[in-house]
């Protein structure tokens, strides 16, 4: 995985937060154009990691409070605010500053959140077993399976012996949204720029980001081969109704 594929990332992500950053991050059709109330988009986020936190009692068999954790794809820290009520430290990650820097604005005062900017193809900025809990959430979704697996990869580094990894991901697609592609097969085509222009007036923004489906045994094979044991996986609607998606329960031996 080339540096060059995660600053293509990150740019569309800056793009995306500098527009629009609560929809970019729970894309909502009628929160779009910064409709988002914030109490209400980060109440979404207890929901979450309220799950996640049963998730690892249940499979796992460990009860918080947890030491440190994890956030990679934190966004503007919907999900890295909520932790903060099950962890001593959490550490928010994301590959674009614009939507670190709205996370370090909603979360002002916040003192055991820290939020970083990390635009590398791996998680170097993080010692080997500095995590008790790492946790990724419609994140890995938005990048191909290259940069994903070795982020996964990273996920088991970072994460402390006996510890906990958990990450959400899209197994296949269970029907197919032609309207939506054609439409966007057809604002691709528009010629002089036309469908940048289209996408500024409908949407408030030109970039648009990727989504991918990676099959389930190709997953779990990868957790195998990063030393890994799948604890659980959980079936997951976050990624809309044309998708089967999991949550992926881990822990390191």
Known sequence: ??????????????????????????????????RWNADEFFKTGEEVVGRYVRLIR????????????????????????????????????????????GARKYNEGLVQIDFFVNEQSDLSLFEDHAFDVVASHICLQHMSWSVAEKYIREFARVCKPGGVVLFQLPTRWLKCDWKSKIRQGLVDALPFGLGRRYRLWRHGTATTYEFHCTPLEVVEQAIRSCGMQLLHKDPDTSAGPLVESFVFVLKKP
């Open 1 to 34: 995985m080339s540096t060059k594929e995660v600053k293509e990332i990150s740019s569309a992500w800056n793009d995306l937060g500098k527009s629009d950053p609560l929809w970019a991050v729970l894309s909502d059709r009628e929160k779009r154009n910064r």
């Open 58 to 101: 249940d499979h796992a068999g460990i009860n918080p409070p947890f030491g440190r954790v994890l956030d990679f794809g934190c966004g503007v820290g919907r999900l890295a605010r909520a932790w903060a009520g099950y962890a001593e430290k959490v550490c928010g990650v994301d590959v674009a500053q614009s939507m670190i820097e």
